[in-house]
């Protein structure tokens, strides 16, 4: 077990935590905020390790087919735990529908890269799918944190966090739409690719038996 997988498995590990620490069953209810400011610093450090196991395989040449598998196996559980638990731990801010669509396309883009790995090809995370992680990030936290201020007055400045977090939370769902399409258009693209090139060989390779000579 590698450095980078272990990273991997620490996210996953974290996936229960973060349930926990968004349930009525996490021991801190303070005033302060105990509760939010744990789940949000420990979804942030979980998304820190997204990128950071990845870096780690890549520099160190630890590419493994372990990693390839628990690296997006963490990053949907983390995804999908975050907007289950959020659907009960603040639901004016996500309502059921928003993580059903989320969770939705997380799927969706896993039966594609599939089956695109079933084909021979790889369909490589576009900009706008990076763009939609970070504002992934942003949303949950936002979102987590609303549960207790709706703003935060610092001197002169106030800080809506209620608008941050809606905000965040419908920018994210557009935002998870469209790289869906992205995904798909760039799956569909390269499936219609890899056929035609097999119907092409299997037209050489049909003419061929027609010109060879018969014993």
Do not use: C
Not at 8 to 14: D, E, G, M
Request: net charge positive; aromatic share 10%; proline share 4%.
């Amino acid at each position: 077990m590698n450095l980078p997988n272990s990273i991997t498995l620490s996210r996953i590990a974290s996936v229960p935590l973060l349930i926990w620490a968004l349930s009525p069953k996490f021991p801190v209810h303070g005033t302060h905020g105990e509760q939010e400011i744990f789940a949000s610093a420990l979804f942030i450090l979980a998304s820190i390790t997204d990128g950071v196991d990845g870096y780690l395989a890549r520099r160190r040449g630890q590419i493994t087919t372990l990693g390839m598998l628990l690296d997006p196996l963490a990053d949907k559980l983390m995804v999908t735990a975050a907007y289950i638990a959020l659907v009960a731990y603040n639901p004016r801010v996500v309502p059921p529908w928003i993580a059903v669509l989320v969770i939705g396309r997380e799927f969706l883009v896993s039966g594609l890269r599939s089956i695109a790995a079933s084909e021979g090809f790889t369909i490589e995370a576009s900009e706008i799918g990076k763009l939609k992680t970070v504002i992934q990030i942003v949303s949950v936290v936002a979102a987590i944190l609303n549960h207790r201020w709706d703003y935060w007055q610092w001197g002169w400045y106030t800080v809506g966090v209620h608008f941050i977090a809606v905000a965040a939370i419908y920018w994210m769902t557009a935002v998870s739409i469209i790289s869906a399409v992205d995904y798909f258009v760039g799956f569909w693209n390269k499936v219609d690719h890899v056929s035609g090139r097999r119907r092409k060989r299997s037209l050489v390779l049909s003419r061929k038996k027609q010109v060879s000579p018969t014993a």
